[in-house]
């Protein structure tokens, strides 16, 4: 099935989910070191199911204050790597929240890096955001690490900040304003 790409880079294309992207977000959803930095436990396969459902022809972006996945695919197979989030602010949607997630198998190979810049790209260029903040959790230094290298600024360290899978946890704020990105005139 060819689907029309959101952003398309050399290796990846975002585009929306499709009920054909079920059985490979269910598999990397489920995988519990995909989970644990994240706000959701493993997913069950009917949750992988009802869930890309619901995302399937979901508008990117969502209204104001709404979440919407959005699919990291290769553009040549159109297999299923991972998942960007976008949500508009509610209170002010020229600011925006993203976040990632990658199957397993496909960390370590540069593909965040380059979904999360195209991501930024089609944030600042396509909607003309005027700000975007990413939130991890401190010990992912995965992502720490992935934030920084796509070009956003650590602006705070929350400590304690919030109750996660049983414990307290510090958190990072990481951010970006539409006049620091490259080839975007402020």
């Not at 709404?66 to 508009?88: F, H, K, M, N, Y």
């Amino acid at each position: 099935m060819t689907t029309t790409a959101l952003c398309l880079t050399s290796r990846l294309r975002l585009r929306a989910f499709q009920p054909a992207d079920a059985a490979a977000f269910a598999a990397y959803r489920a995988h519990p070191e995909v989970a644990r930095f994240q706000s959701w436990e493993p997913y069950s396969a009917e949750q992988s199911a009802a869930f890309v459902a619901a995302q399937t022809g979901a508008s990117i972006p969502a209204a104001p204050g709404s979440w919407v996945q959005i699919a990291i695919a290769r553009p040549d197979t159109d297999e299923l790597l991972g998942d960007c989030a976008l949500c508009l602010n509610a209170d002010e949607p020229r600011q925006a929240e993203i976040g990632i997630t990658l199957a397993p198998g496909q960390q370590g190979q540069g593909y965040a890096t380059e979904a999360l810049r195209a991501l930024l790209s089609y944030c600042f260029g396509e909607l003309g955001l005027h700000r975007v903040v990413a939130v991890t959790d401190c010990l992912n230094e995965g992502s720490v690490r992935l934030l920084g290298r796509v070009g956003m600024r650590r602006e705070a360290h929350f400590r304690q900040n919030i109750w996660f899978k049983g414990s307290w946890g510090d958190e990072y704020v990481f951010a970006l304003l539409r006049e620091e990105w490259p080839g975007i005139a402020g």
